[in-house]
């Protein structure tokens, strides 16, 4: 049995790259937390790594692609220093399980999502000769318990994961088979966690889950629907709502945000409890997936074009300039010309302002690849997705134009991509606003009058130091 330190005594330097979505960024945190309680210390120079891990996306075939070519490079590294571990971890690990060891030569160890805390043990079985794979998925895991190590932090933004898994099987999407059951984290670790960034210093935090709407805590294990909690797990029970009443008042200092929403679980009561909080951000990220009923059906999103109008709609009345945001599938299996057209008037008639957009690509193993015909000609998919994120475009410069003149609240994030003399930061409905750095510092929150835009981008200056 390999032995696994935990005094940091021998510190030994870990690299870890993060791809995907946010909740992937979150998890590498956790695995860095992980790994310094067993004497690892993260580094930024992967080559002054004893360990490089990847931790990798599985949701589209070209995020495979992206990896496949990263191991390519990493096997310079490996020549130049034989001892170093080279780690697969995250979605594409668990959805090829032993095929990455059988493909990627020079790969050592294997991690799912919810097997990272395993990895000490993973990468001592390394250190004696062997290469290490658990990709076993979880029912309770969420490591609630564990204090992320902040990586690539701006010191002012931080993700917190408040569930882990998803139970929806929409039927193109490969996470319920990489990341498991849905569960939830107990929410007195998540306010602390947030209290804990808040005397840390950061300014906004960011509630990470696959659907954060079916967020439930009634005392532990396994997600249960709430009709099927007993009498004493409903009195005592938290439901996404609630949560963020908790962090609201927990913090009333921080900007909160959250993602991602499911338009079927979205409710009023969650909207109500933004409308009435300054520090929870007017900002919703709410997947469509596509405009036509159909095709909603056939992605198993069980709602209808209606459904999702009323959604927005009903948001809308209770917060009038709650900032939207959208992604959206093109080409999805049997899509007609006509269906595709009701994508693109979706756009214009929820007014979007930006969209994630993405050609379909088809996954192994999920109810889309196993059911359905990936028919629609790769040209036509990238004709349609040109033609959304025209519109798109559009939509979103037109939401754009209506804040010249107004003021809105910057938090600070970074410099400018585009000059140092900027800094960068969002609004209160996310959208990226720039304005001249002045004497004002990273992590303030300022007023900032709009004089011009871009498609993505609102560009003014500042009036002054401002407060939530
Ligand atoms: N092909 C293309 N896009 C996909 N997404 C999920 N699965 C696929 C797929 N097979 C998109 C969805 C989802 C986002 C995270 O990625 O729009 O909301
Ligand atoms: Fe990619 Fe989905 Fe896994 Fe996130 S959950 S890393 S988007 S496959």
Not at 212 to 218: E, H, K, M
Not at 418 to 430: A, E, F, L, T
Request: negative net charge; charged residues 30%; hydrophobic residues 35%.
């Amino acid at each position: 049995m390999a032995e696994v330190s935990n005094t940091p005594s021998s510190s030994r330097k870990m690299y870890i790259e993060s791809y995907g979505c946010a909740m992937n960024f979150s998890d590498s945190e956790i695995i860095a937390s992980i790994m310094s309680e067993h004497g690892f210390t993260a580094t930024k120079d992967e080559l002054d790594a004893d360990v490089i891990f990847l931790n990798t996306c599985a949701i589209r075939d070209n995020a495979e692609q992206r990896i496949r070519e990263r191991l390519k490079q990493l096997r310079s590294n490996k020549r130049q220093n034989s001892d170093l571990i080279i780690g697969v971890l995250g979605c594409m690990a668990e959805r090829l399980k032993d095929k990455l060891l059988e493909e990627e030569k020079l790969v050592d160890v294997v991690a799912g999502p919810d097997s990272y805390r395993e990895l000490p043990k993973l990468v001592a079985e390394v250190d004696e000769g062997g290469r290490a794979i658990n990709v076993l998925l979880s029912r309770e895991e969420t490591y609630g318990d564990l204090n992320p190590v902040r990586l690539n932090s701006n010191g002012v933004t931080a993700f917190i994961s408040i569930m882990r898994g998803c139970d929806n099987m929409c039927s193109f999407c490969v996470v319920p088979f990489t990341r498991g059951r849905e569960r939830s984290r107990d929410p007195q670790s998540i306010v602390k966690e947030a209290v804990d960034l808040q005397n840390a210093g950061y300014k906004e935090i960011t509630l990470l889950g696959q659907n954060v709407n079916s967020y439930l805590w009634f005392g532990g294990g396994a997600k249960k629907d709430f009709k099927s909690l007993t009498d004493e797990e409903k009195a005592s029970s938290v439901d996404f709502a609630d949560l963020l009443e908790l962090c609201a008042n927990a913090v009333p200092n921080l900007r909160i945000r959250y993602s991602t929403s499911h338009p079927r679980d979205i409710n009023e009561k969650v909207v109500r409890v933004m409308a009435q909080y300054p520090n929870l951000c007017n900002y919703i990220h709410l997947p469509a997936q596509s405009g036509n009923t159909r095709v909603l059906d056939i992605m198993s999103r069980n709602y209808t074009r209606e459904w999702y109008m009323d959604k927005i709609t009903m948001i809308r009345s209770i917060i009038p300039d709650c900032g939207i945001s959208c992604d959206i599938i093109a080409g999805f299996c049997t899509e007609t010309e006509e269906e595709h057209k009701d994508t693109l008037t979706l756009i214009e008639e929820c007014k979007f302002d930006f969209s994630y957009m993405y050609k379909y690509s088809e996954r192994p193993g999920t109810p889309a690849a196993k059911k359905l015909t990936d028919d629609i000609p790769e040209d036509v998919k990238g004709r349609r997705l040109a033609e959304i994120i025209t519109v798109q475009n559009r939509v979103s410069k037109e939401n754009n134009q209506a804040y010249i003149g107004k003021t809105v609240k910057v938090l600070v994030e970074a410099a400018s991509k585009k000059s140092k003399n900027d800094w960068m930061g969002r609004n209160d409905q996310n959208i990226v606003t720039v304005f001249p750095c002045e004497h004002y510092q990273k992590g303030d929150l300022v007023e900032v009058l709009i004089e011009r835009i871009t498609t993505t981008t609102l560009i003014g200056k500042a009036i002054g130091k401002t407060t939530i």
